[in-house]
């Protein structure tokens, strides 16, 4: 129809007319590509909020994991130092490292004597000191994102690479505790059979003091599973400080 209105006012010499036609199929192919721009901006708009949004519920999700993994950690340091204490073993009062690592600025780490254990906790004290947690990332967003190749989406270049950065501190914590500290756990459970001592066994306490004061190997192995433990939950911390720092930066709360 328009062609046919165009041919019409050529064949008739009306070049106003024609100008105006031309103009008017301009904007029109004009107007037709920013609709389409503007729809196709929206679209990926949205996908980038859905996608903030979930990779707020996988942050949220980790921080409460890593809380978790803390404080099953200073659950066992505190049953293991309580009976090297009790049983006349002092713990060493520090750790040092022989190099200084962004998780531990100073090389050392202190060891300040943890609160009195409870009845309860005192007859379950071998238990309390090997029994683990060892959280993983929830990583769903981030993975899919990756996998469709749409990284892109995330308008904020910065923090999409404080995003990579995490994935990678997750990935170290992750590969230390299956090489490191699920190994002495288990060494630990090892040594603990060979006394009669199951991960979940209830003694009474003064019974359990004696087996650890006697057998130096068991009390050698408290000794580390104290120590480790206290390692374990200052990496913990160190990656749930930098889960807090990306859900701020989100402008969300740690908790949903």
Do not use: C
Not at 66 to 73: K, N, T
Not at 209 to 221: C, H, I, K, N, Q
């Amino acid at each position: 129809m328009l062609l046919q209105r165009v041919m019409g006012h050529v064949r008739a010499q009306n070049w106003v007319a024609v100008a105006i036609d031309f103009v008017i199929v301009v904007l029109g192919v004009f107007i037709g590509i920013q609709l389409g721009n503007w729809n196709e901006s929206r679209a990926e708009a949205s996908l980038e909020r859905d996608f903030l949004e979930n990779i707020v519920v996988d942050l949220q999700a980790d921080a409460q994991n890593l809380q978790s993994g803390i404080d099953m950690a200073e659950i066992n340091v505190r049953a293991a130092y309580y009976t090297l204490d009790r049983a006349g073993l002092a713990p060493a009062a520090t750790i040092a490292l022989p190099v200084n690592v962004a998780t531990f600025p100073t090389g050392q780490v202190g060891m300040a004597a943890p609160a009195e254990m409870s009845d309860e906790d005192k007859q379950h004290l071998w238990a309390l000191s090997v029994v683990r947690m060892y959280p993983g990332q929830n990583s769903t967003a981030f993975d899919t994102l990756m996998a469709t190749g749409r990284l892109d989406l995330v308008r904020d270049h910065d923090f999409v690479a404080k995003l990579q950065a995490y994935r990678a501190q997750w990935e170290d914590v992750e590969a230390a505790q299956n090489t490191t500290f699920r190994s002495f756990r288990n060494q630990a459970v090892f040594v603990g059979q060979k006394q009669g001592l199951s991960p979940f066994i209830e003694m009474p306490e003064e019974e359990f003091l004696a087996l650890v004061r006697d057998t130096p190997e068991l009390a050698g192995t408290l000794r580390t599973m104290m120590e480790f433990s206290i390692l374990h939950g200052q990496v913990l911390q160190s990656t749930r400080q930098t889960t807090l720092d990306l859900l701020h930066s989100l402008g969300a709360e740690e908790a949903p």
